[in-house]
């Protein structure tokens, strides 16, 4: 210990003039070089940067304008029948010059004797001749014409071509896809507030109640979806309405096990409990404080179940349980062109390449939409 008293005065009484005084300059807060960047437009920014994903998107925006504009792009309605005309190879304005797409139809196993015959086969409506054959002893032949002219119909353009009914497949086609977004669009947005309002009750009350609910969604998925579905179809018949609620019948349960994780995953945080203490009912604490934060992975969600109910659609039209005649969807045209496919594969191949291309298109935009919205890279260049 040291004594105070051994200390001389003069250094325990310093005079205010032994001291100076000393500051650190005040340089102020460093200016923000950028703008403050709130968390949807840093997601847009980095979905903005996903080629693959933006690319995707401008396919949906190309297939939801064909759908609402396409039907009125010529003449034809989707019910128009002319069985002169049926089954006619897809014939496109200028492609044809190329050779693609040209009205062209190669007529197999016909009669040598018939295919030289310039009455029933015109020498210049015929373009080629090939696989020469016998069958049975008689002379067979490939011929591949122009199937406009030999039907006498030259002026006429089918851009996909026409079905067995003589009905125009490109204004059935995306009328068919209009019906099939339309379809997707309501069950889709039906599931999700059914399961938002659903996972909200139960992970923010838990206890039983999440029990109890949670055990109704295990039973809801164990009963087989095509027994259920086929039962209401039986029941209301095959409708737009009757589609819509078969593909609400579970669809709900993904998103509603989504929200209620993200429930219990915020419903602890402490602006929810200062919430609380000050008095916030229920209903403002589940709808306004804890939503809000799993809008990013609601919205996510609902882009992923879209391309699954255009498919769910397709398949029910495409094994009978979807929309009836004359209403065209993806899936009904499927069906109809699979009988023909060996004949005439065209009435397959356009619905096969649009159906195609919505599921790679939502898919590709889905991820690139789940990864803009994760939170844990927000901020990445």
């Not at 062209?104 to 040598?112: A, E, I, P």
């Not at 406009?148 to 030259?154: E, I, N, Q, T």
Request: proline content about 6%.
């Amino acid at each position: 210990m040291i004594d105070l008293n051994q200390i001389p005065y003069d250094i325990l009484n310093i005079p205010d003039s032994g001291f100076e005084a000393v500051s650190v300059p005040d340089i102020g807060d460093e200016a923000f070089k950028t703008k403050p960047i709130g968390f949807f437009k840093d997601s847009f920014i980095r979905l903005n940067k996903n080629k693959a994903s933006m690319c995707a998107l401008g396919f949906i925006f190309l297939i939801v304008f064909l759908a609402i504009f396409a039907p009125g792009f010529n003449s034809y309605t989707y019910v128009q029948q002319n069985l002169e005309l049926r089954n006619m190879p897809p014939r496109i304005p200028f492609l044809e010059r190329f050779g693609i797409a040209d009205g062209s139809m190669l007529m197999k196993n016909r009669r040598l004797s018939t295919v030289q015959d310039p009455e029933q086969f015109p020498p210049a409506y015929v373009k080629d001749i090939r696989n020469e054959r016998m069958i049975s002893g008689v002379p067979v032949v490939d011929v591949r014409v122009d199937y406009y002219a030999l039907m006498g119909v030259k002026d006429l353009y089918f851009w996909f071509g026409s079905d067995y009914l003589g009905r125009d497949l490109f204004t059935r086609l995306f009328r068919g896809a209009r019906i099939s977004l339309l379809i997707a669009l309501f069950s889709v947005l039906t599931n999700v507030i059914i399961g938002t309002i659903y996972g909200s009750i139960a992970g923010y009350y838990g206890s039983k109640a999440d029990m109890v609910m949670m055990r109704i969604c295990e039973i809801l998925t164990g009963i087989p979806y095509l027994v259920v579905v086929m039962m209401f179809m039986l029941l209301l018949g095959t409708s737009f309405i009757t589609i819509v609620i078969a593909l609400c019948i579970t669809g709900w349960i993904g998103t509603a096990r989504l929200i209620r994780a993200q429930f219990y995953r915020f419903k602890g945080r402490e602006y929810v409990l200062a919430a609380r203490t000050l008095g916030v009912s229920d209903f403002a604490l589940i709808f306004r404080h804890i939503l809000p934060n799993s809008l990013g992975p609601i919205i996510t969600r609902t882009m992923i179940e879209i391309p699954g109910a255009i498919f769910a659609e397709a398949f029910l039209s495409y094994i009978g349980l979807g929309l009836q005649a004359p209403e065209p969807s993806i899936g009904v045209m499927l069906a109809d062109g699979q009988r023909v496919l060996l004949l005439f594969p065209y009435q397959t191949f356009f619905p096969a390449v649009l159906i195609s291309i919505l599921m790679i298109s939502f898919n590709l935009f889905s991820n690139g939409l789940r990864d803009a919205l994760d939170p844990t890279k927000r901020g990445e260049d």
